[in-house]
């Protein structure tokens, strides 16, 4: 994986526009000191959908939550975009405009307009995700804790499951042909538009995650152009309905939910990951 300086404008302009996974080790995005005791001292009232660990979606105080988490109870937070709305102004988002050369696309518009541009992952031990792939781009900042990543770009004719969830494609890990990297309190990735990631968590962490769209070029040539066409032409509504939905469970579902309405492969593939 290719690691980034911070201080040298010409090698992040370089590294953003290859278009390639890259790490800032230290990016100095946390400007507040933002922490898990911090979440707990000041948003411990706030109301969130946890992923429990009978792996179904429930309401609870953030504080409560995090109480269960710090005995080792497996609570998590998926792609969490109110708690991520509200920590924004924690985070320089000047240099992350910057960083994606202050860029903007209909897509970041629309995430705006759903309040999902913003998120928090919060894992803890023996927490593992799908294999997946999605148009947006993310910059994935480590707030606290340890994570490890995966990441490949793989084609979209071998992609295992197109329309498994409502926006994002799913394959099979095959840790052969994935960078792996472990990010730490301050450290930055890059994930580029449609390229393959999946996590592991050892220990209780979480990050601040920045989505937004890529220039229309960047769709329309290589290896995202049959990803991009096939959201095109069969998944539009699906991604206007997960940006504007209230309740980010429509995104990734959970175990019930499942249950009533996947095939047994679909089953299997998710009880192999996780159910997350
Ligand atoms: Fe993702």
Same mark, same amino acid.
């Given at each position: 994986?290719?690691?980034?300086?911070?201080?040298?404008?010409?090698?992040?302009?370089?590294?953003?526009?290859? $278009?390639?996974?890259?790490?800032?080790?230290?990016?100095?995005?946390?400007?507040? +000191?933002?922490?898990?005791?911090?979440?707990?001292? !000041?948003?411990?009232?706030?109301?969130?959908?946890?992923?429990?660990?009978?792996?179904?979606?429930?309401?609870?105080?953030?504080?409560?939550?995090?109480?269960?988490?710090? $005995?080792?109870? $497996?609570?998590?937070?998926?792609?969490?975009?109110?708690?991520?709305?509200?920590?924004?102004?924690?985070?320089?988002?000047?240099?992350?405009?910057?960083?994606?050369? &202050?860029?903007?696309?209909?897509?970041?518009?629309?995430?705006?307009?759903?309040?999902?541009?913003?998120?928090?992952?919060?894992?803890?031990? +023996?927490?593992?995700?799908?294999? !997946?792939? !999605?148009?947006?781009?993310?910059?994935?900042?480590?707030?606290?804790?340890?994570?490890?990543?995966?990441?490949?770009?793989?084609?979209?004719?071998?992609?295992?499951?197109?329309?498994?969830?409502?926006?994002?494609?799913?394959?099979?890990?095959?840790?052969?042909?994935?960078?792996?990297?472990?990010?730490?309190?301050? /450290?930055?990735?890059?994930?580029?538009?449609?390229?393959? !990631?999946?996590?592991?968590?050892?220990?209780?962490?979480?990050?601040? &995650?920045?989505?937004?769209?890529?220039?229309?070029?960047?769709?329309?040539? *290589?290896?995202?152009?049959?990803?991009?066409?096939?959201?095109?032409?069969?998944?539009?509504?699906?991604?206007?309905?997960?940006?504007?939905?209230?309740?980010?469970?429509?995104?990734? *579902?959970?175990?019930?939910?499942?249950?009533?309405?996947?095939?047994?492969?679909?089953?299997?593939?998710?009880?192999?990951? /996780?159910?997350?």
């Amino acid at each position: 994986m290719k690691k980034v300086d911070r201080q040298n404008p010409k090698e992040l302009k370089q590294a953003f526009k290859s $278009k390639q996974p890259f790490v800032i080790k230290n990016s100095g995005v946390n400007l507040e +000191g933002v922490s898990i005791d911090f979440l707990r001292k !000041h948003f411990s009232d706030y109301k969130t959908h946890t992923f429990n660990p009978e792996c179904t979606s429930e309401t609870m105080r953030l504080g409560r939550m995090l109480e269960k988490v710090l $005995k080792g109870g $497996k609570y998590r937070l998926r792609s969490e975009p109110g708690l991520g709305k509200r920590l924004r102004r924690f985070f320089d988002q000047d240099f992350l405009d910057k960083l994606r050369l &202050n860029q903007s696309s209909m897509l970041d518009h629309l995430l705006w307009l759903g309040g999902k541009n913003h998120t928090v992952f919060l894992s803890t031990p +023996g927490c593992e995700m799908t294999k !997946h792939c !999605h148009i947006t781009s993310g910059f994935i900042m480590q707030v606290d804790g340890k994570k490890t990543w995966y990441i490949s770009n793989e084609s979209f004719y071998e992609t295992k499951f197109r329309r498994l969830y409502p926006y994002v494609f799913l394959t099979e890990k095959n840790k052969k042909r994935e960078y792996k990297v472990t990010l730490e309190p301050g /450290d930055l990735l890059y994930i580029p538009s449609y390229w393959f !990631h999946y996590t592991e968590s050892d220990e209780v962490n979480f990050s601040f &995650n920045f989505f937004f769209g890529e220039k229309a070029w960047v769709y329309l040539r *290589g290896f995202r152009r049959p990803f991009f066409l096939y959201d095109l032409f069969t998944k539009q509504l699906g991604l206007l309905q997960l940006v504007l939905s209230p309740a980010i469970e429509y995104g990734f *579902g959970d175990k019930p939910l499942w249950e009533k309405t996947k095939t047994a492969a679909e089953l299997a593939y998710l009880e192999r990951c /996780d159910y997350s």
